[in-house]
């Protein structure tokens, strides 16, 4: 499956963006899908991931109550809902998926799939 990562932008401290996610080559129903950011200089950190059927989710302590992840298999993607952006949100954004339905991972290894990223600059 290939993954294409959009959405990301400049946002003010306090506003919101909603990230997607599209799957090409596969169907996404097929896979636990997650997000993951890399800010300058620190390590890939997870994010959010969600069951195939979006009835299982994971959020990270740093974003719950202000991201949101969900999907829509129909149209082969996932958003990552972003409310009440702070500085410390700024960082590259990727999309992630791997071939199970059920078994949310929180590192980076347990996923072989990825797209190519996008940035989210939050500006105070």
């Known amino acids: 499956v290939q993954l294409q990562a959009f959405g990301g932008g400049l946002v003010k401290v306090g506003g919101f963006l909603r990230l997607s996610c599209a799957a090409f080559?596969?169907?996404?129903?097929?896979?636990?899908m997650a997000w993951f950011r890399q800010a300058p200089g620190k390590e890939r950190e997870f994010v959010a991931a969600?069951?195939?059927?979006?009835?299982?989710?994971n959020l990270a302590d740093s974003v719950k109550g202000r991201f949101t992840i969900s999907r829509d298999n129909n149209k082969n993607t996932v958003y990552l809902q972003m409310n009440s952006l702070q500085p410390e949100d700024t960082a590259v954004y990727y999309c992630a998926a791997r071939l199970v339905r059920f078994t949310i991972g929180i590192d980076y290894i347990d996923y072989p799939y990825w797209g190519q990223g996008t940035l989210v600059t939050v500006s105070s």
């Open positions: 969600i069951t195939w059927n979006g009835e299982n989710t």
């Open positions: 080559g596969r169907a996404l129903a097929s896979y636990v």
